[in-house]
C-alpha cells in the first residue's frame, strides 16, 4: 500500500521549455503532498508544501512564478518548471502524506530527472 | 529550532558485520519519527515509523528503535543489497517533517 507514482522519470528539454511533473498517489487520498530538489549526494531540499484545493506555500529563496504547483485533487499533485534553464537542472521528488496527515509518514514517488540543455 | 542530526555521514561494513547508524533529533511535540531507505536515482522508500519512546518496529536484518533523544537503526547481518543511503525524520508538533542528510551504507561482499 500507500504508493506514489511520478512522471515523466526523466526528461530533457531545450532552454526555455516549460515542464510538467504530475505527481499521483494510487492507492490512497492525500491532503498534503510536497515537493523536493535534490542534488548528488545531498540530501532533500524541501521546496514547497501542496495542499489540495489551497494555495502551495513555498520555502524560503524558492520562486514561486518559477516553480508552479497545483494540488486539483486528493490523488494529483503538479510541478511546472517554467522557463527551464540548465540552472535549473536537477532531481525532482514528490510525496504524499495519507488522510489529514497526523503524525503519518510521508511516501515518495520514484522521482523525476530533468536536464535542459 | 527542530533539527536532525545522522551519523555517521558514510559506514562501509563487511557482509555480516552488525553496526548501528544514529538519528539525534531536538524536536518540540514529536509527532512521528520515520526511517527511509533511498538507492541512487530513486525516491526514499519507507522503512518504519516509532511514534513513542521505547518503541521498536522491525523488518527483516533491519530494526527501529526510539528514545526521547535518538533513533536507533540496527543492521544485523548485513548484505552488499543493505548498501543504500538511510534518512530520518520527525514530525514536529506543528507537523513540519525536519529530515537527516543520510548515512550512507556500503556493504562489502
Known amino acids: 500500500g500507500a504508493v506514489v507514482s511520478q512522471h515523466p522519470s526523466w526528461v530533457i528539454c531545450k532552454s526555455g521549455t516549460s515542464v510538467k511533473i504530475e505527481c499521483r498517489s494510487l492507492?490512497?487520498?492525500?491532503?498534503?503532498m510536497f515537493w523536493y530538489r535534490q542534488f548528488p549526494k545531498q540530501s532533500l531540499m524541501l521546496m514547497a508544501t501542496?495542499?489540495?484545493?489551497?494555495?502551495?506555500?513555498?520555502e524560503q529563496g524558492v520562486e514561486k512564478d518559477k516553480f508552479l504547483i497545483n494540488h486539483a485533487s486528493l490523488t494529483l499533485s503538479t510541478l511546472t518548471v517554467t522557463s527551464a534553464h540548465p540552472e535549473d537542472s536537477s532531481f525532482y521528488i514528490c510525496?504524499?502524506?495519507?488522510?489529514?496527515?497526523?503524525?503519518?509518514?510521508?511516501?515518495f514517488g520514484d522521482g523525476t530527472r530533468l536536464s535542459i540543455l | 529550532e527542530d533539527q536532525v542530526t545522522q551519523s555517521p555521514e558514510a559506514l562501509r561494513l563487511q557482509e555480516g558485520e552488525s553496526s548501528s547508524l544514529n538519528c539525534s533529533y531536538t524536536?518540540?511535540?514529536?509527532?512521528?519519527l520515520f526511517w527511509y531507505r533511498q538507492d541512487p536515482g530513486k525516491g526514499p522508500e519507507f522503512l518504519f515509523t516509532?511514534?513513542?519512546a521505547g518503541e521498536e518496529k522491525e523488518k527483516e536484518r533491519l530494526k527501529a528503535t526510539l528514545t526521547k533523544k535518538e533513533s536507533f537503526l540496527h543492521i544485523t547481518a548485513p548484505k552488499p543489497e543493505d548498501s543504500a543511503t538511510y534518512l530520518c525524520?520527525?514530525?514536529?508538533?506543528?507537523?513540519?517533517?525536519?529530515f537527516g542528510t543520510g548515512t550512507r551504507l556500503k556493504v562489502l561482499a
Open positions: 510525496s504524499a502524506v495519507p488522510g489529514q496527515g497526523v503524525g503519518q509518514p510521508q511516501h
Open positions: 492507492d490512497f487520498q492525500a491532503t498534503t
Open positions: 501542496s495542499n489540495e484545493g489551497s494555495k502551495a506555500t513555498y
Open positions: 524536536v518540540s511535540g514529536l509527532r512521528g
Open positions: 516509532l511514534y513513542s
Open positions: 525524520a520527525a514530525c514536529s508538533g506543528t507537523y513540519k517533517y525536519i
